[in-house]
């Protein structure tokens, strides 16, 4: 009964004419940052948080949601039609969304991807309104040791499931924590790493650094490529799929859905990872592995279903514990500390309307995307024609101008552009970007808990192992340390993510 109302809450905040327009404008800007390559999720909202300074926390928040998913969904549109994936997570897609296409199955390839990704978000929003109130009283139970040691659970978990090196990833990770300690002590009133700058006595922005680090670093790389965009759109004659059709891919959506699922919640998981093991689990339990790639069902229905499920349950632990589970999700937490909002538990106690809207929010959102996606197929396709040397100066000018609107500052114009650098030679040397974002949002929470638990146990360190919860997730990143340590398994880890770029 107590969801029901919550529901009702949630969806009495989301339908309002407000939040409805800012829904729908974050599942257009996703789905159009979906469409084009080059530009992804991560960038798109790290661009536009200082335009959430303005708005409502509900607004800003189910707008910047929409955006995250409305991106898994549009890249594959276009990885159908004319083999060019939008986001990352579309890349699997292509493999046999493409050759469907060429067969003169493009429509079908389109609906089920459509349908699967709806019933995938469904199950998805879901599955946050069962475990989120069970999670977050847990959560309430948490003190300060329990949180510092969630947080350090985290931070490893980060490492053990990003891509590429561990030493780079855990290099990442304290540069990240390094940046988030400049400022001013608040307990102490010291100035830390400042270097006798004013601007720096508050510490560095999290909005600047994030829109430096994704969205011009992204764009450096991008204008290096010069590879051309044929743009070919396939005739869609119909959108109706066969009874076949129908039937080899409903078991491929609910596998793809329960991967997507799991792993979305997990740090690091997300779309990209969650849509390329949907994929591989459908090749293994073919008859017949070999039709893979020429143009199958299964290979659209499983990772596009993947891919939307990870993108609606990677918000439960963030809304729940104020744990980011990967890059997006760490923007998001800074969109809510922007806002004034402590991500954690307490927003379902403090802020119904702001968590249950944003749930609420989500099956709308789905909504929306698969009734106004189908009928604009032509124009996102047509928008592949635009040329990068009128998209990128666009870019890089709303990014300045937003930098320069957070406080009127030419500092955090020149903050974006030095980490714009940082963020291009971190892609130069294969580092990403995630680890360092999660550190740089993690690390100050991770210091107070920490301060707080050794005030309150009076400088006796044992309570983080004397209390059962804390010694629990201590016992679990201690297992991660471990088997991230074990060679076999690095090599395996290796591969994997290999196979997956």
């Known amino acids: 009964m107590d969801i029901l109302n919550n529901l009702a809450v949630g969806f009495g905040t ?55 998913y409305g991106a898994a969904y549009g890249g594959s549109t276009t990885a159908i039609l004319v083999n060019l994936p939008g986001e990352s997570s579309a890349v699997v897609t292509a493999l046999d969304g493409y050759k469907m296409a060429q067969k003169g199955r493009a429509g079908a390839a389109l609906s089920i991807a459509a349908v699967g990704s709806f019933f995938a978000g469904t199950v998805g929003t879901l599955l946050i309104v069962m475990f989120a109130k069970p999670l977050t009283e847990m959560a309430q139970k948490f003190g300060p040791s329990e949180y510092c040691s969630l947080m350090a659970l985290g931070l490893v978990a980060a490492v053990v499931l990003a891509s590429g090196s561990v030493i780079k990833a855990i290099a990442m990770v304290f540069l990240g924590l390094l940046i988030g300690l400049v400022g001013t002590d608040v307990n102490t009133g010291a100035q830390r790493f400042t270097f006798n700058i004013p601007e720096l006595s508050d510490g560095i922005d999290f909005a600047p650094i994030a829109m430096g680090l994704f969205g011009i670093a992204e764009i450096i790389a991008n204008l290096e490529k010069r590879a051309s965009r044929k743009v070919e759109q396939t005739v869609i004659t119909s959108l109706w799929p066969t009874r076949e059709e129908v039937r080899q891919a409903w078991p491929a959506v609910l596998r793809g859905t329960g991967i997507g699922s799991i792993l979305g919640v997990l740090p690091g998981g997300g779309p990209t990872l969650s849509a390329f093991s949907a ?53 998001m937490v800074g969109a809510m500390i922007i806002q004034g909002i402590q991500p954690g538990p307490e927003v379902m106690t403090k802020k119904p309307e702001l968590f249950w809207g944003m749930i609420a929010s989500m099956w709308i959102g789905n909504l929306m995307l698969v009734i106004i996606n189908l009928p604009l197929i032509g124009i996102w396709v047509k928008l592949l024609r635009v040329p990068y040397r009128f998209l990128y100066p666009s870019i890089l000018l709303f990014c300045c101008i937003g930098a320069y609107s957070l406080q009127n500052s030419t500092f955090h114009v020149m903050t974006v552009a030095i980490f714009g650098v940082i963020g291009y030679i971190f892609l130069k040397l294969g580092c990403e970007g995630a680890p360092f974002l999660l550190g740089l949002v993690l690390g100050p929470q991770m210091e107070e808990y920490f301060r707080r638990a050794m005030l309150l146990s009076r400088g006796d360190a044992t309570v983080f192992v004397t209390r059962p919860l804390s010694a629990g997730l201590l016992a679990v990143t201690a297992i991660l340390l471990i088997l991230m340590a074990l060679p076999a398994l690095r090599k395996k880890r290796e591969e994997a993510f290999q196979e997956d770029n």
């Open 14 to 68: 989301a339908v309002t004419l407000q939040n409805l327009m800012y829904c729908l404008i974050g599942c257009l800007v996703g789905t159009l940052i979906g469409v084009l390559p080059g530009i992804g999720p991560v960038a798109t909202i790290a661009m536009l948080l200082p335009l959430t300074f303005k708005l409502p926390p509900e607004a800003a928040l189910i707008m910047l949601a929409g955006i995250y």
């Open 279 to 331: 994929y591989t689990l459908e090749k293994k339990m073919s008859k017949r592995p070999q039709d893979f790639g020429t143009g199958v069902v299964q290979g659209v229905a499983a990772p596009e279903s993947a891919n939307n499920a990870a993108s609606q349950t990677s918000f439960i632990p963030m809304l729940t514990l104020g744990i980011p589970s990967n890059a997006v999700m760490a923007l």
